[in-house]
């Protein structure tokens, strides 16, 4: 329909467009439903692979009833992509979070990542990009109820914030986290729309969107690039995984099923069970980017200089390869710094390949299957296990952490002796599967098994609260994104770990993408400015030169800092604080120092409240949540209880740590605050 007709009755007109871009996907999904591949598959498991398939876009076409199809229109002054001729009309999109077309192809909801929805993002008053009218849609359960137009080139009509904008961005969290693209800001999509081939890192104060922009971009470039995505592959690196869980249901709800998530821990623990934990001093020493050398030296320390010559035997002819010989070629691996498992395949064959130049100058005339028998036979074997041994990761780390000689000469010049001392183990293990392996370790190990045979590389891995991650961490995330990109997301105010960065550029360097553009949000949409200008009191402290975000959103009596005069009274007015929080709607979080929660616990229980753990999806019936301040990162709630800041401070091994712990727990409430304390709040905040 041309761009200027309009219904008498514009609620009743979209309405009915609802109904039939329903009715649309609904058709589209039973048409891939009755899809019948008996007579298209040569086996069973071509077969297997096309149904797997087939599932994959059913569930991909599902309509969410209590998700808008789509969010907005946009009505074009000329039709897209022809020329702009006077008298033309233009053309009318609607978009939403997946493409839906009627029966005749023709589109009735376009993607939001198609370059023809850009301009609903990006256009303005001063830059309408063609567009004459932008509509956004307003919904209640999924009923679409309310609309609102901005006239972008009106000249009478002034610009003004979306009120429907503004009210989707404070509705009330129940359940996981949400997708954003009703709400995506101008400075956003920009970050989202960026190219496959190139990282971006993104540093984002709270409530500035970072990580829901960083699951946008995997939605985009798996739109954009999904040939290539969908056979290289795509990654979500979280904290934990009750982060995880919080945000899984953003990518399925945009019709992306196949992106991967997991942990730093997840994607290292392969070969080993985490059971044990590293003191602090020794984790930081561990997770030092130095610690890839230490490992490297260890490897390359199993290659021995030959001293005898090889003799081959074939029938009645004896083939010898000299020592000297063998020796250049040994040295010519190690100058290419291959991956010593890739060496210790290569030399046999170049030992063969001596041996066949010599059956060649006596006249014989070897082929290939001739070299490979050569380089199987016993006595090439022999020189290569014991000139290039091959070598086991984890036996190769157990060794460096409980033999105090062989750490000390491959860590000579690197690390101090205080430092060695540091990271070997306490109480020897008699075998890697005995060990008490920690985080840590599992990240020396996966470190060693790349320098043994390469790991696979990813099309693009997303890494979120990244500045929490160690060199050697980053290294290994790094490794999964070798050949591939990277959004990293994080906030360098919110780093609460001992080993956290302190710049991105540290980070980009040791991740391995040096040529990262960094971008910075600075516009705050969901913490509203009275919260964050309290949480802000904190960042001289924790991040000097840190510019503090700026929320958009005014939201006078957001804030409540309440003294308790008793410490004995300070569980019944933490439940007090939260029966008063219930009464609202959506989401609360009582956010607590991990040592307060079973305490917290048992005083909700006694008052007749359940509670959720960090990560379980609220419901209208359960909408409360216990969260100990180690788990809060990247959680969002309606309205956040905080529990005696100077607990969660002093729950950290040192004081920055603890005032950015603080920070964090400051910064999860979308709606309201309310800080309860009976011991004095730390100087920083209370100045």
Known sequence: MPAHEESSNPLVRERAHLAASRAALRAMREDVQSLDIRDVTANWVNAAVLQAQIDDRIKALADLTHTPLFFGRLDYLHVVGAEKAEGSEGEQFYIGRRHVHDAHGDPMVIDWRAPVSQPFYQASKNNPLDVDRRRRFGYTGGELTAYEDERLTDPAEEEQTSKLLQ?????????????????????????????????????????????????????????AHRERLARTGTLVVGPNRSFLHYIEQVLPALGELEVKQATVEDLVTARVEVRGTDEAAAAVIKGDARMAEVLRRAIRSHVTPPTESVMVVRGSRRWRVPAYEIEEMVAELLARDMRYGAAHEALPQRIAHAVLVRMEEAGEAPDDRVQNAVARNPAVKAAVKAIWPAVDPEKLVLRLLTDADFLAAHAAGTLTDEEQKRIL????????????????????????????????????????????????????????????????????AQGTTPWSTQSWEQALFHLGKTDAVVEELTAGFRVPREVIAYASRLLPAISPGLAPVKS???????????????????????????????????????????????????????????????????????????????????????????????????????????????YVALTRAVSGLVVLHAAPLPEQLAR
Not at 463 to 489: F, K, N, W
């Open 552 to 662: 958009v959103r005014e939201a006078p009596g957001s804030l409540a800092v309440r003294e308790v005069s008793d410490a004995g009274e300070l569980d019944a007015a933490v439940v007090a604080a939260c029966e008063e929080s219930l009464r609202h709607e959506g989401s609360i979080g009582l956010i607590a120092a991990d040592a307060r929660i079973p305490a917290l616990a048992a005083a909700l229980s006694g008052a007749g409240h359940s509670c959720l753990s960090p990560g379980e999806e609220t419901t209208a019936e359960s909408r409360l949540t216990l969260v100990p301040a180690s788990l809060a990162k990247g959680l969002e709630y309606d309205y956040v209880v905080l529990d005696e800041p100077a607990a969660v401070v002093d729950g950290e091994p040192d004081e920055r740590t603890g005032l950015r712990r603080l």
């Open 167 to 223: 009210a989707e961005i404070e509705r009330p969290r129940v359940g996981p986290m949400r997708d954003i693209v009703a709400t995506i800001q101008p400075e956003q999509d920009e970050i989202v729309r960026s190219g496959l081939g190139g990282t971006v890192c993104v540093q984002g104060g709270p409530g500035t969107g970072k990580t829901a922009v960083g699951l946008h971009r995997v939605a985009f470039l798996l739109y």
């Open 425 to 492: 183990m306490e109480k020897p293990a008699r075998s890697v599967k005995s060990a008490r392996w920690t985080a840590a370790d599992a990240v020396l190990i996966d470190e060693a098994a790349d320098l043994v045979a390469r790991t696979h590389s990813l099309g693009h891995v997303v890494i979120d609260e990244a500045q929490d991650l160690s060199p050697m961490q980053y290294r290994a995330v790094g490794r999964r994104c070798s050949t591939g990109s990277a959004t990293v997301l994080g906030d360098l």
